[in-house]
């Protein structure tokens, strides 16, 4: 098991990947909405995990502050 996996962070954000693509498949977005918001939602989790694999805390900060941006 990788550091990341036992954030409950990064389940959180797994969890919301999947509210998103729920959301997605329910409702009439266009194509471009549709987009930004699949891959938002899908760069929380990927900065999460890899800021964790950082070795300063400020770079581990870095990543963190990048995926609140994406939400």
């Not at 954000?13 to 498949?25: E, M, P, T, V």
């Not at 471009?32 to 400020?58: C, H, V, W, Y």
């Amino acid at each position: 098991m990788f550091d990341f996996q036992k954030l409950t962070v990064y389940h959180r954000s797994k969890n919301f990947r999947k509210l998103i693509r729920s959301l997605l498949n329910e409702n009439k977005f266009d194509r471009t909405t549709r987009d930004q918001l699949s891959r938002a939602s899908m760069s929380i989790a990927l900065n999460i995990a890899e800021g964790s694999s950082r070795f300063t805390p400020k770079d581990r900060k870095h990543f963190m502050v990048i995926s609140r941006g994406s939400v």
